[in-house]
């Protein structure tokens, strides 16, 4: 399940395709459905848009700043300018 986990979270930093092309292989199907709901919050959601919203909002808590004494601010810098310079390298794919 961590090989999982860290799919879904390179995905989510990536595109949102591949991020659904991981959930639908791991659910076995090719639909616009992933063939079962998640449960977040004690909410089950079905849809795709519930569902990327869900996501949007798991992904960002997991990401928001941390409030400890140990938050390492330089990490956050580093990252940060990573993902910046991947976002600002995409190029779209107008076939997708």
Do not use: P
Not at 1 to 24: G, H, P, V
Not at 51 to 72: C, E, G, M, P
């Amino acid at each position: 399940m961590d090989t999982l986990d860290q799919d879904l979270e390179k995905a989510a930093l990536s595109i949102n395709a591949e991020f659904w092309k991981i959930l639908k292989r791991r659910s076995g199907k090719c639909k616009n459905s992933i063939g079962a709901g998640i449960n977040f919050n004690g909410t089950v959601y079905w849809s795709i848009e519930d569902l990327t919203a869900q996501w949007a909002i798991y992904f960002s808590n997991l990401y928001d700043r941390s409030v400890s004494d140990d938050f390492d601010d330089d990490w956050e810098r580093t990252v940060r300018t990573l993902i910046n310079d991947t976002l600002d390298n995409l190029t779209l794919d107008s076939s997708v």
